[in-house]
Structure formats: structure tokens, C-alpha cells
């Protein structure tokens, strides 16, 4: 059910978003930031929550890659914080999410994130600095 209603939100976002990209390393504060999960289990399992994200939109959806690969492998949410995936790829990673924007969706692309050897407890900056507002609410009411 899952993986159906992520492939209905990337048709109905994909429609009219814009796609941004980032891949500056150094931190500036307000950038969206990864905290890495106690519970992440390298190189198996990865649990992370996103940081400075602001309360005028929210993550709805997380895709994770190798940097450089076009393979990418969607993340589930387990709660409103967390995300998670048991499918980690090698090497450095990078995230590509979809925040809600008006009354859509906006992809943004973090192309350097995480390096190969990210460890629990730890914060990357994803150089990415969002400033979008949903008209919606958290139950999807205007």
C-alpha cells in the first residue's frame, strides 16, 4: 500500500513541481539538516530525521542513493519524525525529498549528504535551505 501511494504522490507532485539542487558542504544555520538515528544499524538499516525544517511545510516524501547513481530507493516514514530503509545503498549518499509547496509539492535534491561512513548520532548538513509554505493543513484542509 505503501510503495502504491508513493508512486500516486510522485505522479501527482512531479506534475508541477520545480526540482532544486544543492551540494555545498558547509553548514549555514537554517539549512535542512539529517541527525542520523541511535536505532541505524550501517550497513543494513538507516533511520534519520530531518532538522530545521520549519513548521510552514512538511516532508512527504524521501528517496536515498549513492552519490552518483541513478538508483534511487524510496524511504519509508515510520512516524511524523523518522524515516527509514532497509535498503542502504554503498558509499556516500545523497537524498532527493518532496516538501509541500502551496498547495503542492516541490522536489529538492541534496546531492552530497551523508559520506561512507556515517555514523549514529551524527548531523549532515544538506546545504539545502527551505522556505516554502503548504496552504494546506497537517489534514490536508485549506
Known amino acids: 500500500m505503501a510503495v502504491i501511494s508513493y508512486f500516486l504522490l510522485f ?7 520545480s526540482v532544486h539542487h544543492s551540494d555545498d558542504s558547509g553548514y549555514k544555520t537554517g539549512n535542512l539538516a539529517i ?6 544499524q550501517s550497513p543494513s538499516y538507516l533511520a534519520i530525521r530531518f532538522l530545521n525544517l520549519g513548521a510552514q511545510t512538511e516532508i512527504v516524501a524521501v528517496d536515498v542513493a549513492e552519490v552518483g547513481s541513478p538508483n534511487w530507493n524510496f524511504m519509508n ?6 524515516w527509514e530503509t532497509n535498503s542502504v545503498p554503498s558509499g556516500p549518499l545523497q537524498f ?7 498547495l503542492d509539492g516541490k522536489w529538492y535534491w541534496a546531492s552530497k549528504v551523508m ?28
Open 11 to 17: 505522479f501527482f507532485v512531479s506534475s508541477s513541481c
Open 35 to 40: 541527525r542520523v538515528e541511535e536505532s541505524s
Open 77 to 82: 516514514r515510520k512516524n511524523e519524525a523518522i
Open 96 to 102: 532527493r525529498v518532496v516538501v509541500t509547496a502551496g
Open 115 to 142: 559520506p561512507e561512513d556515517w555514523r549514529n548520532g551524527e548531523i549532515y548538513d544538506t546545504g539545502l535551505h527551505i522556505t516554502d509554505t503548504s496552504i494546506m493543513d497537517t489534514t490536508g484542509e485549506l
